[in-house]
Nanobody
Framework: QVQLVESGGGLVQAGGSLRLSCAAS????????MGWFRQAPGKEREFVAI????????FYADSVKTRFTISRDNAKSTVYLQMNSLKPEDTAVYYC??????????????????WGQGTQVTVSS
């Protein structure tokens, strides 16, 4: 069983930055596609960003494309989400997820096999 543990959430003012981390407990991390999703109160979980196994292919939701950066360190089995210019509408619980299908870049949460417990990000206006 793969465990994913997120960290780095918190309270920040609009325009500020946060860096989320997600550490995986698997030696197979380097073959997984990794994604970040978020869920705001009363809303469905939505896709934020994806990174393929090598880090060479990235994909973002339009709402975060110019502000967020996803990256990974396979030696540390960790994926990151750098969030800049945060807005109140970015407030949500952020989840990292792992897709064991190495060559798929899925935006549908149902395609992911493992999930972290989530970390709260709150952006005040």
């Amino acid at each position: 069983q793969v465990q994913l543990v997120e960290s780095g959430g918190g309270l920040v003012q609009a325009g500020g930055s946060l860096r989320l981390s997600c550490a995986a407990s698997t030696r197979s991390f380097s073959s997984y596609t990794m994604g970040w999703f978020r869920q705001a109160p009363g809303k469905e979980r939505e896709f934020v960003a994806i990174i393929n196994w090598s880090g060479g292919r990235l994909f973002y939701a339009d709402s975060v494309k110019t502000r967020f950066t996803i990256s990974r360190d396979n030696a540390k089995s960790t994926v990151y989400l750098q969030m800049n210019s945060l807005k109140p509408e970015d407030t949500a619980v952020y989840y990292c997820a792992a897709d064991v299908s190495k060559y798929r870049l899925a935006v549908n949460s149902a395609d992911y096999d493992y999930w972290g417990q989530g970390t709260q990000v709150t952006v005040s206006s």
